[in-house]
Every structure is written in structure tokens, then in C-alpha cells.
């Protein structure tokens, strides 16, 4: 029995021994299993922190909103490839703190709000990047580079309406505060697009004031220098080059057009500067000859004739001359001579006349201031002033030697003459009005094109 007894408590010792054996050993074993757990968690918060380090360095130095200036996709997707490993390994330590005791989970909880915040970053950053990349994809320089906005930039060639659309579509929000500083990164976003499209409706101005002067290749009739100028003036507010030399052939057309009018104009006004000017030459040519031809009639007027005395040339004989009473007149110029020499003292009465011709021919009596031999005088009637010439038939100053069509006013002329001008397919580059001046004042105008 005491075999037995003593057997029995060693057994019982044995298995108290075994016991407080396994149970040590198990402890220990979970001891290190809370170590290891433990150093696993460690490590995952280092590599966490790490990420968030980072994450940080994605943003713009000093910002939270506005990406690194050298972000690429590649430096974005190695960060998200440790989130993910972080992610997995998390997931994995999770796994066995939920082995643990429960005391030994509370003190080793995963904190799986980091996991979730470090998640929803780095999609955040994805999107600002892929809108970032969207609206600096549609100029030739970037738009947006860290905090730097560049507004002056040059939308690329040939962009398309449809393209910026679908990216505004896609990134552009509605309702930003840009005066708050949680919103600049995509006020910065909604502004480039603005750029965008402001650059393209200047396109599409342009396209529109040049279709009004210059359509099917053909210089319209709006086409002025004002017009021009103006035209001239949207095309040059294009930035983007290649749109702006689009629209050089159309200009350069309508300039010439306009440079042709403008030197037409110019031809016209010196015509008119040269009608008005001989049409005050001719006044004054007229108003000259008024006052020649009025000072040669007053000198040139007639004049009452003188009459003259006829003398009867029969001599008389043996008969006394008798004096017939004359009114005094101015002496004739058929060459008769009045009185004579007398010879004969005592003849009184005149003595025969021995010129034909002569009027109280030689006395031998000696008379002095002898009469007539026997003629008598008349007085002939008045003569009728000669009346003024006929007025002379109206003749042209310059005679017109072209083959132009006749106006009898210079508003005619140049109303059918814009007519013709307005036509595009008359084939007319010019016209001329050329003014014939008449004698009687009056003026003809002719019209011709070239």
C-alpha cells in the first residue's frame, strides 16, 4: 500500500510538473507570438509613416492643395504600390492580433482609420493630377506647374471644341469660392479652361469678320479700309500661330482690294478737284471776255456821220454869184477848196472860176474871199447808229474727243458710275469724269471706265 501511495503522489507530482511544464512552454510560446505581433505592427506603422512622408511629397512644397511641380504618373503609381504592400501587410497583422487574447488585442489594435486616410489621399492626388494633365494637355506650354499659373499660354494647334468639352465635362466644377484656399487648386483647374476657350472664341471672331469681307475667295463689297482695319485687328489677337497665318491669304486679298478703292477714290477726288478747277478758270475766262467784249463795244459804238456839202460844179458866165446861206459845218473830205486868191480889184462879183472844183474861183478884180461859182449846198439826212452783231452760237471751251457716255449733270454721272463700281462681275477697276465747258456757261460731263 505504501508502494502504491508513494507511486501515486510521484505520478500526481510528474503530471503537476508536466503540467506547470506545458503551461510554461505554452505562455513562452504565445509570449513570443505577442512579440512577434507586436515587432509586425511596429514595422507596419514605420512603413506607414513612411507613406505619408511620401504622400506629402507629392504636394507642392508649403501646400496642401497643389501638386509637386515634377509629380509624375510613375512617382505616383510607386507610392501607391507601397500603400497597396502596406495595405496587404495590414491586413495580414490583423489576422493575427486576432488570435491574441483579447487584452492583447486591445493593446495591439490595427488603426485602420491611417489605412483609410492614406487611401482616399492618394486618390485625391490621382484626380488632381488627371485634371491637372487634362487641362495642360490643351496648350503647348503647361498651363499649371506646382502653384505657378501661367494664364499667357498658347492653346496647341488645331484643338477642337469637342475636346475641350469633354475634359471640362469631366474636371470643371461649379460653385468655387476662390477666395477660399481649400478650393484654389480647382479654381486654378476651372480657370484654365476659361484660358481655353477665350483663346478659341477669338478664333472663332476672327473666322466670323473675315467671312463678311471675304467669301468663296472673293473680296466682298463690306470690304473697307475700316473694315480691314478691324479684321486685321481680331486676327492679330490670335495667340496661337498657326491659327493666326490661317487667315493671311484673305487678308492680304482685302487689303489690296482695299489699297485699289482707296487709289480709285483718290483719282476721282483729284478729277473733281481738276473739274472744279477748270470750271472756276472757265468762270473766270467768261467773266474776262464779259468785260473785254463789253469795253471793245463802248469803243467801237457808232458815231452820227458828218453830212457834207456838194458844190455844184457849172461854172457861170457873166453872171453874179449868188451865196446860198449854209449852216457851218465841218469841211468835206472830197478835197473842195473854200475861197480864193483874186487878181482883179474891181470885179466884185467874183471872177470866172478856172477850177473845176474850186469854190469862189480866182477874180481878176481882186476879190478876197470870193463865193462860189454859181454852186449850191445841200445837207444830207442823219445816219442810223449801226446796230450791235448778232450774239455767236454757244461753242465748246474744251472740246470732248472720247467715246464716254453724256451728262448734263455731274450727280449723274457719278450715280451711274457707283452703279457700275458696286457690280462685282463688271470687270470695272476705275471710272473718270471728265467736264466739257461751253461758251454760254453752260457744262456737259462724260463718263468713262477703265
Keep these: 500500500m505504501k508502494k502504491k501511495v508513494r507511486w501515486g503522489v510521484v505520478g500526481a507530482a510528474i503530471v503537476v510538473v508536466g503540467g506547470i511544464a506545458v503551461f510554461t512552454i505554452n505562455e513562452r510560446n504565445y509570449g513570443k507570438q505577442v512579440e512577434a505581433v507586436a515587432s509586425e505592427l511596429s514595422a507596419s506603422e514605420k512603413t506607414m509613416r513612411q507613406i505619408e512622408g511620401e504622400i ?26 507601397r500603400l497597396t504592400k502596406y495595405q496587404e501587410t495590414s491586413l495580414a497583422n490583423h489576422e493575427k492580433v486576432a488570435k491574441l487574447r483579447k487584452n492583447d488585442q486591445k493593446n495591439h489594435q490595427i488603426d485602420a482609420k491611417n489605412l483609410s486616410t492614406l487611401q482616399g489621399e492618394m486618390k485625391l492626388i490621382q484626380e488632381k493630377f488627371d485634371s491637372q494633365q487634362s487641362v495642360n494637355a ?73 467671312s463678311e469681307l471675304y467669301k468663296d475667295e472673293k473680296v466682298t463689297d463690306k470690304a ?42 483718290e483719282e476721282l477726288e483729284k478729277q473733281a478737284e481738276e473739274a472744279k478747277r477748270q470750271e472756276e478758270q472757265a468762270a473766270a475766262n ?17 458815231t452820227a456821220e ?51 472844183n474850186t469854190s469862189g474861183g480866182s477874180n ?25 452783231p448778232a450774239p455767236e452760237k454757244p461753242y465748246a471751251l474744251n472740246p470732248y474727243k472720247g467715246s464716254g457716255a453724256q451728262y448734263l449733270s455731274w450727280d449723274g454721272a457719278m450715280n451711274d458710275a457707283q452703279i457700275k463700281m458696286a457690280d462685282p462681275n463688271s470687270g470695272i477697276r476705275g471710272y473718270r469724269i471728265i467736264t466739257e465747258y461751253w461758251s454760254d456757261g453752260t457744262e456737259k460731263y462724260y463718263l468713262e471706265f477703265y
Design 138 to 210: 490643351l496648350f503647348q506650354n503647361r498651363y499649371l506647374i506646382g502653384t505657378d499659373v501661367k494664364e499667357d499660354v498658347v492653346i496647341v494647334d488645331d484643338l477642337s471644341a469637342d475636346k475641350v468639352a469633354d475634359a471640362k465635362k469631366t474636371y470643371f466644377q461649379d460653385d468655387i469660392d476662390e477666395k477660399d484656399e481649400n478650393q484654389a487648386f480647382q479654381a486654378a483647374i476651372n480657370k484654365g479652361f476659361e484660358v481655353a476657350e477665350a483663346q478659341m472664341k477669338q478664333i472663332d471672331k476672327a473666322k466670323q469678320v473675315i
Design 364 to 388: 481878176s478884180g481882186g476879190n478876197t474871199g470870193g463865193s462860189s461859182g454859181g454852186g449850191n449846198t445841200t445837207t444830207p439826212p442823219p445816219t442810223t447808229p449801226t446796230p450791235p
Design 224 to 265: 473697307t479700309r475700316e473694315t480691314f482695319d478691324t479684321a486685321k485687328k481680331e486676327v492679330q489677337a490670335i495667340k496661337n500661330e498657326k491659327a493666326r497665318k490661317s487667315f493671311n491669304a484673305a487678308l492680304k486679298a482685302i487689303e489690296e482690294k482695299v489699297k485699289e478703292d482707296e487709289a480709285a477714290k
Design 56 to 81: 506629402s511629397a507629392l504636394y507642392a512644397e508649403g501646400s496642401t492643395q497643389f501638386l509637386d511641380a515634377e509629380i509624375s504618373q510613375e512617382s505616383i503609381d510607386a507610392v501607391q504600390t
Design 306 to 356: 458828218t453830212p457834207t456839202q456838194e458844190t455844184d460844179t457849172t461854172p457861170s458866165t457873166n453872171t453874179p454869184a449868188v451865196t446860198q446861206p449854209v449852216t457851218p459845218v465841218p469841211p468835206a473830205s472830197n478835197g473842195n477848196s473854200a475861197g480864193g486868191s483874186s487878181s482883179n480889184p474891181g470885179n466884185n462879183a467874183g471872177g470866172s472860176s478856172t477850177g473845176g
Design 286 to 302: 467768261q467773266e474776262t471776255q464779259a468785260t473785254t467784249e463789253s469795253t471793245e463795244q463802248s469803243e467801237t459804238a457808232p
